[in-house]
């Protein structure tokens, strides 16, 4: 299973390297060449889709990269700004702040707005960490089941916080990727989906509820 990084953000120092990241990357190494069928949305998609050498270049780029906040100041300031707003959603504070690190921890490895993936879950589960959709996309960003299977981890839960960040925003930034910035365009690849409210539904969720201060 993949290991969430503990980010302490009320240290100005960058968090040392801990004995279990040696084996993240080995776990996170080991998937590399199967998690690069990422060519269909999270959504709905094909498992038989070719191998991408982009893509898989991307993940294995991701096994080395294991840190987040740089500035304490920034980090409490973005955590309890983003608390604040998600209380109603999220009652439990405890669960809340461990969600929003891990939410801005995958975004940041990925490349991604931590506000823009908080949009998505935000549209796509409402923040439910066990949401299923009729199609069986599961979890915070509705990854479908059988990737577990693709990344070699099929004893993993897509329910997990870490697990289903990690996959979720990997592909969103792969379609963001290929559509050259283009955040509507992309979010419609993600989400597999020609309808298009989808879009404007994260947009707006991104616009009026999750923009950085």
Request: glycine content about 6%; aromatic content about 8%; charged content about 25%.
């Amino acid at each position: 299973m993949i290991t969430p990084v503990a980010v302490n953000v009320h240290s100005s120092r960058p968090p040392r390297a801990r004995p279990y990241m040696n084996i993240v990357k080995s776990m996170l190494t080991s998937f590399v060449l199967t998690l690069v069928a990422v060519l269909a949305p999270a959504g709905g998609v094909d498992a038989a889709a070719p191998v991408d050498p982009e893509l898989r270049l991307l993940v294995k780029k991701a096994a080395q990269e294991t840190d987040s906040f740089h500035d304490r100041f920034d980090g409490e300031v973005w955590l309890a700004d983003m608390s604040r707003r998600l209380t109603t959603r999220v009652p439990e504070a405890g669960y809340r702040v461990e969600l929003l690190k891990n939410v801005h921890y995958e975004a940041n490895r990925a490349g991604l707005a931590p506000e823009v993936v908080l949009s998505v879950i935000d549209v796509e589960s409402n923040f439910n960490q066990y949401a299923i959709s009729s199609a069986g996309a599961r979890g915070l960003m509705q990854v479908m089941p059988f990737w577990l299977k693709e990344i070699g981890q099929p004893g993993d839960s897509l329910f997990r916080l870490q697990t289903n960040l990690r996959l979720g925003c990997t592909i969103l930034k792969y379609y963001l990727d290929k559509e050259k910035g283009n955040l509507y365009a992309a979010l419609k690849r993600y989400n597999g989906t020609r309808e298009r409210d989808y879009s404007l539904k994260v947009d707006k969720a991104l616009r009026t509820r999750w923009f950085r201060q």
